[in-house]
């Protein structure tokens, strides 16, 4: 069995939880694609939702973590791109819904406005969670591919 590729990205206001994440992800064994930023130096956060949405079209990964300052941002510039279901969230219950009945590909997170512990919650919730198809598989469909 292959294992998942999670892509992680982030504009500099997100790079401190992008970091730590990445550790957190890699002491649990995941494959990580990290497509930067790489340090606190103002860059655009288009350029990194488009970073991941390419990672994602390509199969180099088959889910993403996206970070900016709010989260808003980033999340807005990655749901441009017709295959990616980006969802900011802001706790545990969204992380878990953006899954199940939105078939979420991409988490999104404030790096400024969410604490680490939360962000970790977040994050192993929207990786353990499956879609639950369904009625909902309709309506994701009407999101496009």
Do not use: W
């Amino acid at each position: 069995m292959t294992q998942e590729i999670i892509a992680l990205a982030s504009d500099h206001g997100g790079i401190e939880m992008k970091t730590m994440l990445r550790q957190i992800l890699q002491d649990k064994g995941c494959a990580i694609l990290d497509l930067g930023t790489h340090d606190s130096s103002s860059v655009d956060y288009p350029d990194y939702a488009k970073a991941m949405a390419d990672a994602l079209k390509d199969g180099r990964a088959s889910r993403g973590i996206l970070m900016c300052g709010t989260g808003i941002g980033i999340s807005i510039a990655a749901n441009r791109h017709r295959h990616v279901r980006a969802a900011l969230v802001h706790d545990a219950y969204g992380a878990r819904m953006c899954r199940q009945h939105n078939d979420a590909n991409v988490l999104v997170l404030g790096g400024r406005t969410m604490g680490p512990e939360v962000a970790r919650e977040c994050v192993e919730i929207f990786l353990a969670t499956e879609f639950e198809g369904g009625r909902h598989a309709r309506r994701v469909a009407k999101l496009g591919d």
